[in-house]
């Protein structure tokens, strides 16, 4: 059974900073790439990044220089750090394992950034 069980969200002022994780079990980690999602309130679900098990990383625009992926494949876990947060960046995130046409996604971890 595939588990993704994202971790590290919560609330933080404009500015700072949150590190979110994923842990992955059920799945041939290698196989895929690991990717974070989110979904603001009346907002459709959003690519943030990617990475592939060689190491390759993909970020949406409004992240990129502030967000950083990572992932760890001997421990089958990924995360993101999140840098310089905006009031913009409060949702949802989803840890998500991407393979051709195939998602897998966690329960998802309320960030939620203060003005």
């Known amino acids: 059974q595939v588990q993704l069980v994202e971790s590290g969200g919560g609330l933080v002022q404009a500015g700072g900073s949150l590190t979110l994780s994923c842990a992955a079990s059920?799945?041939?980690?290698?196989?895929?790439?690991m990717a974070w999602f989110r979904q603001a309130p009346g907002n459709e679900r959003e690519f943030v990044a990617a990475?592939?098990?060689?190491?390759?990383?993909t970020y949406a625009d409004s992240v990129r220089g502030r967000f950083a992926i990572s992932r760890d494949n001997a421990k089958n876990t990924a995360s993101l750090q999140m840098n310089s947060l905006k009031a913009d960046d409060t949702a949802v995130y989803y840890c998500?394992?991407?393979?051709?046409?195939?998602?897998?996604w966690g329960q998802g971890t309320q960030v939620t950034v203060s003005s």
């Open positions: 059920g799945l041939p980690y290698r196989d895929y790439a």
């Open positions: 998500s394992a991407l393979r051709g046409l195939s998602r897998r």
């Open positions: 990475m592939s098990w060689s190491g390759g990383r």
